[in-house]
């Protein structure tokens, strides 16, 4: 079985090695397009750059794990992009079929279970220096990266400014002269901004209140008095727009 599982392995890394020569020549092209100040910040900013995704290398099956180390083997084999692999792909290789013959050995012993582990964190171990190594020499390029086998991390769309938020509610507190103010929660958010005046005198806030929960309390109002309250998330691009007053009689 061992055989058979290596020589299938074998057969579809040969099959790679030989589709990626066309993405030898574009990454070539690439590299050479490339100004000189790309080693360090790629076109388009720090957000422009690529990262190779490492998850894989923890959430895979044994099965799919051989698999995908199969592909990124093949990718870097005379990839012209990555001259020089760290470590060595032959030391790679090596981890690789200890970890593969410990898979196909299908041992369900408590030995054979500690000897897959094993062989399989050594692998990792330098699975991860690999994935170092190929960040560093593709200066972030996803095109470059992605000729490497590796997968590579998803683009995250940066959040702009949140939407104000909703069903904002305001209603007295359990002792004279308090209120509790509560809205509809922003799964973007980090944060909330709550103000609050007097309704008789609504352009005079108190000091904006900042809370992490999307409600808030307030203390030390004056009792009788009708207070209205606003409420703006607080997300990466910054504090969104107020939203809609909502009305209380602190009693």
Not at 76 to 96: D, K, S, W
Not at 150 to 174: D, E, N, Y
Not at 185 to 214: K, M
């Amino acid at each position: 079985m061992e055989s058979n599982n290596n020589t299938a392995g074998s057969a579809g890394t040969n099959n790679d090695v030989t589709s990626n020569l066309a993405v030898n020549a574009l990454s070539g092209a690439i590299r050479e397009a490339l100004p000189a100040s790309t080693t360090s910040t790629p076109p388009g900013g720090a957000g422009s750059i690529g990262r190779v995704a490492v998850n894989f290398m923890t959430r895979d099956s044994d099965a799919q794990f051989i698999v995908d180390t199969a592909r990124i083997l093949a990718g870097m084999t005379g990839n012209i992009a990555f001259p020089t692999p760290t470590p060595a792909l032959a030391a790679v290789t090596t981890a690789r079929n200890a970890y593969t013959a410990a898979v196909t050995a299908g041992q369900d012993s408590k030995l054979g279970r500690s000897l897959r582990q094993k062989t399989r964190a050594a692998f990792v171990v330098l699975l991860r220096q690999l994935a170092h190594y190929v960040e560093d020499s593709s200066a972030g390029d996803r095109t470059l990266l992605m000729s490497s086998g590796f997968p590579l991390q998803q683009i995250r769309s940066p959040v702009g400014p949140l939407p104000a938020p909703t069903q904002v509610q305001f209603v007295h507190g359990k002792t004279t002269g308090t209120a509790i103010a509560r809205c509809r929660r922003l799964a973007q958010a980090r944060g909330y901004q709550w103000r609050i005046a007097p309704a008789a005198t609504p352009t005079v806030f108190s000091p904006v209140v900042t809370t992490f929960a999307a409600h808030a309390q307030f203390e030390g109002l004056a009792p009788t008095t009708v207070y209205i309250v606003q409420v703006c998330a607080v997300g990466t691009a910054g504090t969104g727009n107020w939203s809609q007053t909502a009305t209380v009689l602190v009693v």
